[in-house]
T-cell receptor, first 113, second 109 residues
Framework: NAGVTQTPKFRILKIGQSMTLQCAQD?????MYWYRQDPGMGLKLIYY???????DKGEVPNGYNVSRSTTEDFPLRLELAAPSQTSVYFC????????????FGDGTRLSIL | GQNIDQPTEMTATEGAIVQINCTYQ??????LFWYQQHAGEAPTFLSYNVLDGLEEKGRFSSFLSRSKGYSYLLLKELQMKDSASYLCAVEDSNYQLIWGAGTKLIIKP
């Protein structure tokens, strides 16, 4: 059972570079999410999607972009990497509705130097 | 505003019982989740409460009081593998999760 798969697991970027974090789920979940987690902090929602073709901003969207062309995939794009974007990024997915638990990928550890 | 408070760190002894508290003030409430996160790993779902009272699931139980904006996670018969961070999250009226910063639980032999 693959669940939620994130790639890459680790990445070091230089300031100003761009990259895409990949996320795929095989549970046919409607909802998908991108979070960042900084040391000692809670998860902060970057973007989320309620289905293919529909995305919306979360709490901390600046500097990021997303797309959702299929139910399975939800990539996160960093256009101009900045040191403040050094973090651990988690992708998650869930079914629609109250009380549906989110299932997380293993995370991408990103450093911007 | 939205606010979720948990203790930053707690220490307990193997075999003992520990209670991790979570208080919240949010603009909407559709339920409260507890997740476990081992160091360097992803959060994993533990429990969900929407009604007042205690939900028991093996060695772990979770309690909710909506009128007090309060929840706790109770871990019994602690094992070394329970050393992890425990995250409290409130589901708001848009079904989004608002996360606490987490409580790091250290288990000593």
């Amino acid at each position: 059972n693959a669940g939620v798969t994130q790639t890459p697991k680790f990445r070091i970027l230089k300031i100003g570079q761009s990259m895409t974090l990949q996320c795929a789920q095989d549970m046919n979940h409607n909802y998908m999410y991108w979070y960042r987690q900084d040391p000692g902090m809670g998860l902060k929602l970057i973007y989320y999607s309620v289905g293919a073709g529909i995305t919306d901003k979360g709490e901390v969207p600046n500097g990021y972009n997303v797309s959702r062309s299929t139910t399975e995939d939800f990539p996160l794009r960093l256009e101009l990497a900045a040191p403040s974007q050094t973090s651990v990024y988690f992708c998650a997915s869930s079914y629609l509705g109250q009380g549906q638990p989110q299932h997380f990928g293993d995370g991408t550890r990103l450093s911007i130097l | 505003g939205q606010n979720i408070d948990q203790p930053t760190e707690m220490t307990a002894t193997e075999g003992a019982i520990v209670q991790i508290n979570c208080t919240y003030q949010t603009s909407g409430f559709n339920g409260l989740f507890w997740y476990q996160q081992h160091a360097g790993e992803a959060p994993t779902f533990l429990s969900y409460n929407v009604l007042d009272g205690l939900e028991e699931k093996g060695r772990f139980s979770s309690f909710l009081s909506r009128s007090k904006g309060y929840s706790y996670l109770l871990l019994k018969e602690l094992q070394m593998k329970d050393s992890a961070s425990y995250l409290c999250a409130v589901e708001d009226s848009n079904y989004q999760l608002i996360w606490g910063a987490g409580t790091k639980l250290i288990i000593k032999p």
